[in-house]
């Protein structure tokens, strides 16, 4: 069994590592950037090197890691700008994930913003086409709901 936790990348990227070492994580997910903001800084090829070493210096399995995308996108969004940047933001983080070989990244689905749920799970379906065709042997997880108003994603159906 593994267990882990929501670690910090404060610092340094590599820090979410030494952050779950130390907690004694056998798995653990991060943010790969603020997740309160559209914009990130790239990934410098030595901070994911850094990243790459300490991970595998450390007893935490590779495939024990995930990424988790930040909270603004709405990949379900019927707003044509904010799907816009939603989208690129989830292509965004699919090529970082890849960059720190993790090669898991977790997405909200959204919300239909009262468009219905079709309309919603269309966008959807927009959006992961075009994450896809980034080939980097990322996978996205779906985030399941509970079901919020306007939610997409709340029934296994």
């Known amino acids: 069994m593994r267990v882990g936790l929501h670690v910090s990348i404060s610092g340094s990227l590599s820090a979410a590592v030494d952050n779950a070492v130390e907690r004694e994580c056998s798995a653990f997910q991060i943010f790969t950037r603020s997740p309160r903001m559209w914009t990130a800084k790239d990934i410098t090829k030595k901070d994911a090197q850094e990243f790459k070493d300490k991970l595998a210096s450390s007893k935490i399995d590779r495939f024990a890691t995930v990424a988790h995308m930040p909270y603004l996108p709405n990949l379900a969004s019927p707003n044509s700008a904010t799907h816009a940047k939603s989208v690129a933001v989830l292509s965004k983080e699919v090529q970082r994930c ?6 898991y990244l977790v997405a909200h ?3 239909h913003l009262g468009e219905g749920e079709d309309k919603g799970i269309k966008q959807l379906i927009k959006a992961f086409e075009k994450a896809v065709e980034i ?4 996978t996205i997880l779906l985030e399941n709901t509970a079901g919020q108003k306007n939610s997409v994603g709340s029934e296994f159906e």
């Open 98 to 103: 890849g960059e720190l070989g993790v090669p």
């Open 109 to 111: 689905l959204g919300s």
């Open 135 to 138: 080939d980097n042997d990322v």
